[in-house]
């Protein structure tokens, strides 16, 4: 029976009630044992008297208890400025069930909370590793250069001016990962506001290939625009899109292999204009797949170091691609090639 009890109101009531049949209990056998006429009446009084004194003492010393202790846990729980008013509780609801669940859920958001915590502690210790490591070749590398100038190196008309422009490529790699860490965290921030408008992209896309032309050729990389739209409108901001497709074709050519291709294709739907930059080249083993857009990752690290990457491409073009409202994807096989896609808001 006493599982059934919700609320303080009923826990008083059931509680009065067997003190003022307890009452009628003893005043009936007290009556007995000294022989006296039983009052019927009399019983009745003490049973109304005792019950409704009972009922009031107890739920008086309840509620002041109950609300007390509530009142704490709820300041604990929600902090001072939500802690609730006395009259808040009502006593004759399940208050103590409310109060489990109210914990509880607070239970689950504040393990949710250490959860999150624990993981963005975790990335700011492996992101900061890897800044202190991207910047540290550099750097040692131009410290190097500059004491073996100081050392003797200026006078030497053999060295003097390879070591400046050695020491130069290393401040332009410092440079490029400044830069390129100081627009990823612009366009998180919200600082960075698009400049959308309506354009070209296949204009926009022929530039960037021109641009690659001679390089392809070093690689020995066909260029290939597999489409043939004059034009396609699309809104977005110019100089950010050029930046994704300088990326993602420049990745395709790092990672491409000699005589193969990079191809660019384009899908006039609905309302979206399908992108698509795809190679032939050495391909993204699954487990990286996903991780790939990652800050700094690099799946091959040997080889993206003798490219010169720094592993914030891919996540410039994630955060780009996103701050117009849309997603990139990948599918690759290792070995046979790459593709990235993605979509763009026609005008
Ligand atoms: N087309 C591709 N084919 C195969 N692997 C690729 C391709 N594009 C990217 N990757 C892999 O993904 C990693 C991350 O690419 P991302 O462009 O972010 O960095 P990066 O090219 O190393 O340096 P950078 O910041 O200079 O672009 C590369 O190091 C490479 O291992
Ligand atoms: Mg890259």
């Not at 802690?83 to 399940?94: T, W």
């Not at 003797?152 to 030497?156: F, K, N, R, V």
């Not at 857009?293 to 091959?300: A, G, I, L, N, P």
């Given at each position: 029976m006493f599982k059934q009890i919700r609320t303080p109101k009923q826990f008083s009531l059931i509680v009065s009630l067997i003190l003022s049949l307890s009452s009628v209990f003893i005043s009936l056998f007290v009556q007995v044992i000294y022989n006296e006429t039983v009052h019927y009446t009399r019983l009745l009084l003490v049973a109304v008297v005792c019950f409704f004194i009972s009922y009031g003492v107890i739920y008086y010393f309840l509620e002041r208890l109950i609300t007390s202790k509530i009142r704490l846990l709820y300041r604990v729980i929600h902090g001072k400025a939500q802690?609730?008013?006395?009259?808040?509780?009502?006593?004759?609801?399940?208050v103590l069930g409310e109060v489990e669940k109210e914990v509880m859920n607070w239970g689950k958001e504040k393990s949710a909370q250490i959860q999150k915590l624990k993981e963005q502690e975790a990335f700011r210790r492996e992101f900061l590793g890897n800044l202190a490591h991207e910047l540290k070749t550099p750097i040692f590398s131009i410290q190097g250069y500059i004491l073996t100038l100081l050392e003797?190196?200026?006078?030497?008309e053999k060295i003097n001016r390879l070591f400046l422009e050695r020491a130069n490529k290393g401040v332009d790699r410092i440079a490029k990962v400044v830069e390129d860490l100081d627009l990823i965290t612009e366009i998180e921030s919200g600082r960075v506001v698009l400049n959308q408008k309506a354009n070209d992209i296949v204009t926009l896309i022929k530039d960037v290939v021109d641009s690659f032309e001679i390089k392809a050729k070093k690689h020995e990389i066909d260029l290939i625009l597999e489409f043939d739209y004059s034009e396609l409108l699309v809104k977005c901001d110019r100089d950010k899109m050029e930046q994704v497709f300088i990326n993602l074709i420049n990745n395709s050519i790092n990672y491409g292999v000699k005589g193969g291709y990079t191809k660019i294709r384009l899908l006039d739907a609905e309302e979206h204009v399908m992108i698509e930059v795809a190679d032939n080249g050495i391909g993204v083993a699954k487990e990286d797949q996903e991780r790939l857009?990652?800050?700094?990752?690099?799946?091959?690290k040997s080889r993206a170091r003798h490219e010169g990457g720094t592993g914030l491409g891919l996540s410039i073009v994630k955060h780009i691609i996103e701050a117009h409202g849309q997603t990139i994807s990948l599918r690759s096989t290792e070995g046979k090639g790459t593709v990235f896609y993605f979509s763009l808001k026609k005008v």
């Open positions: 802690a609730r008013d006395k009259k808040d509780f009502k006593m004759d609801e399940d003797g190196g200026l006078e030497d857009f990652e800050r700094f990752y690099r799946v091959d």
